[in-house]
């Protein structure tokens, strides 16, 4: 037997009455604090499921276009769309997507600020990189219980565990891309006496646009595998459909909404994979 | 007062250079390390020791040595891309190392741009943009800094290539928007770093004639890189060379090519052409004896004989007319002409800018008594062939060709030349 130095029943108990203690004390005020995040979310799923279904399909494939330029992949994306209404997970997978814009939304605002942050600061980098792997190998339900407990059931706690879960790649891809940006090309950028704030959108940033997107497309996939674990806290959607099927032993259920999930996963990265090449192709101009 | 004045600089890089700098500086009666005993000693790499130079304004100034040498590190402190551990630098008088980040900003922007050895260019922005970014950072509006990047992308020959991006263009191409980028700013100081070493012989020599065309409108204050020392020749005013961080040798491309300080420098100029470099300017014998289409024939004689010269140049003005041999001067004294103008005979002469090789090539070809002439005509005195293959051959003339020299009995045979080798 290991020797016992510290007692583990105490330390078990004294997280326990620390999570208590933030509970009676801080639930209502971050709630308070999360409640226009809701809001919007609402907002975002309403719109999405009460627009006609070819709004959203012609939308989609705009973005695809805008973003592509290619014909064949925003029609392709446009079938893919109509797949997930054809296998009539119509309503659930607007939901899903709602979630996911506001999770990819999120990581992006908390990722990139802390992936420059972390290219230009080395000790935050020290700091950070032990918590990034924490944060991608920590299973998931050790932080869901305790999200749940202080913002209860329900959509704002689903995307919080999707965003723990999603932003670590987006964090190291945007912090990895500014650091790989050429050396010389910086110091020209110094030697004719740019601010910092100028080295930064003018030379560093878009050149580790394509590294920053390969970082958002790894964080929106991450987020999708998140969706029938953000299910179980309430969240609505395919991940709900995956989880009634495997409750109720109905394995077509869950098949199809498995499927729709992916036909979604794809749509995400086909979009977000063909801006970054496209940044790509602009950069080695 | 001179453009940049660099004093006495230190760059030890390491975790603590400040602690090792005394060492390095052998100060407080310790012996003064070596890089190498330093290295093993404290783990610091002595990038610099004691640097001190000081730039003329208008002129290229050449820092020249192999890489390691610290020439790249020296270059980058002028603008402060490197603090160095200790010394000043002073541009026009100001302390770099006393400005604030705005100021230094400021300065970056007003008083130095740079060429970079591979291009530093903006990849994701065309040539226009990249031409003109130096200005963008100063704020300056776009029609206005489009204006100006276009105007010189063109002085370098870009023009038309606005639209494209660097990557699509030729390293000699990239490397003109690099000026180009370098020059739109107006800067007073142009520091280019290795800026010609990554293209190929031929572009690079067009490079060079470019950016000495460029340097003759602009007069700018150059700072040039470089570890060629053809190129360091053929571009520089005045060239300083490092070696292991210290300063070697510092002085004008003659005073290097003529009095090496040592073997590093001897080494160096082994492979260099010397016929490229030097000139007609440094084979030339001042006159002695010069006479004027005025001279009377037996006056002009007289003194021939007394320096026993088998003839002499004759000028008008400063400018050279031609030459009097004491044979004409007998005859002319003889028919009692009054002065000898009409028995002046053409002599050949050279550009006192003209290179050794084609001195060489003309001296070859003809046994005349060559004169040298500088701006306007003007004459400078006559060409030495001793001095020319002095030149030409280096080692040897340094010690073996010092003998015969000194007895006046260099060149073979009753030569036309001899009378004016007895000068010397």
């Known amino acids: ?285 | 007062m001179s453009k940049i004045e660099v004093r006495g600089i230190y760059k030890i890089f390491g975790h603590h250079p400040k602690k090792w700098l005394a060492a390095a500086r052998g100060d407080g009666g310790a012996a003064r390390l070596s890089k190498e005993e330093l290295l093993a000693k404290s783990g610091h790499t002595l990038g610099l020791r004691d640097i001190s130079l000081s730039i003329e304004e208008g002129s290229i100034y050449v820092i020249m040595g192999l890489s390691g040498s610290g020439k790249s590190t020296l270059i980058r402190h002028f603008n402060r891309l490197i603090d160095p551990t200790a010394g000043s630098i002073l541009v026009d008088g100001v302390d770099v190392m006393s400005l604030g980040i705005r100021e230094l900003e400021q300065f970056r922007r007003a008083k130095m741009s740079m060429v970079f050895q591979r291009f530093g260019l903006f990849p994701h922005r065309s040539v226009l943009d990249n031409a003109a970014y130096g200005l963008a950072v100063q704020g300056v509006a776009r029609p206005e800094r489009e204006r100006r990047a276009r105007h010189w992308l063109e002085q370098v020959g870009l023009a038309g290539f606005e639209r494209q991006y660097p990557h699509q263009l030729s390293g000699g191409m990239q490397q003109r928007v690099g000026l180009a980028r370098a020059l739109a700013t107006d800067a007073e100081i142009l520091l280019m770093d290795e800026a010609f070493s990554a293209l190929d012989p031929l572009i690079r020599r067009e490079m060079q004639d470019q950016l000495l065309q460029l340097q003759a409108r602009l007069n700018k204050t150059i700072v040039f890189i470089t570890h060629d020392l053809d190129e360091a020749l053929r571009l520089g005013n005045r060239i300083a060379i490092l070696k292991d961080g210290e300063l070697v040798q510092e002085g004008t491309p003659e005073d290097i090519l003529l009095n090496p300080a040592n073997d590093y420098v001897q080494a160096f100029l082994q492979e260099v052409n010397r016929t490229k470099v030097l000139n007609a300017s440094h084979a030339v014998i001042p006159p002695r004896l010069t006479l004027t289409m005025r001279s009377r024939p037996a006056h002009a004689l007289e003194r021939m004989r007394a320096l026993d010269y088998a003839y002499a140049p004759v000028l008008d003005g400063k400018r050279l007319a031609g030459v009097l041999t004491a044979e004409a001067a007998g005859q002319a004294a003889a028919q009692g002409l009054r002065d000898v103008s009409s028995v002046v005979e053409d002599l050949a002469s050279v550009p006192a800018t003209e290179g050794l090789d084609q001195v060489l090539a003309r001296l070859v070809r003809s046994d005349q008594p060559v004169a040298v002439t500088g701006e306007d005509d003007e004459f400078l005195g006559m060409l030495s062939r001793k001095k020319v293959v002095e030149l030409v051959t280096p080692a040897q003339g340094e010690e073996a060709g010092q003998a015969p020299e000194a007895s006046g009995q260099g060149a073979p045979g009753p030569e036309p030349g001899q009378a004016c080798g007895a000068q010397s």
């Open chain 1, 1 to 285: 037997m290991f020797p016992e130095l510290i007692s583990a029943r105490d330390l078990r108990g004294a997280i326990d009455a620390f999570v208590d203690h933030l509970v009676t004390d801080y639930a209502d005020a971050l709630e308070a604090i999360s409640h226009p995040f809701l809001q919007l979310l609402v907002w975002l799923e309403q719109a999405l499921r009460s627009a006609p279904w070819w709004l959203v399909v012609l939308a989609v494939m705009a973005i695809a276009w805008l973003v592509g330029r290619r014909v064949l992949l925003s029609l392709g994306m446009g079938l893919l769309l109509c797949g997930v209404g054809v296998l009539g997970l119509w309503d659930a997978g607007m939901q899903t997507l709602s979630l996911m814009i506001m999770a990819t939304g999120l990581s992006v605002l908390i990722g990139i600020p802390l992936g420059i942050a972390m290219a230009r600061l080395s000790w935050l980098r020290a700091v950070m990189l032990p918590v990034l792997d924490v944060m991608q190998t920590m299973p998931s339900f050790v932080y869901l219980i305790p999200v749940v407990m202080l913002f209860g059931l329900g959509k704002i706690p689903a995307i919080i565990a999707t965003v723990i879960y999603a932003v670590p790649p987006l964090i190291r891809l945007t912090d990895l891309g500014i650091r790989l940006v050429d050396r010389e090309v910086l110091e020209a950028s110094r030697a004719f006496g740019a601010t910092p704030r100028q080295q930064l959108f003018g030379v560093q940033l878009p050149l580790a646009l394509p590294n920053i997107m390969a970082g958002i497309n790894q964080t929106t996939m991450m987020a999708l595998s998140m969706v029938v674990i953000a299910s179980m806290i309430g969240a609505r959607g395919l991940g709900y459909e995956v989880l009634l099927g495997i409750n109720r032993l109905e394995v077509g259920r869950g098949l199809v909404a498995g499927l729709a999930i992916v036909a979604l996963a794809i749509l995400f990265d086909r979009i977000t994979q063909s801006y970054g090449q496209r940044m790509r192709r602009g950069a080695a101009r």
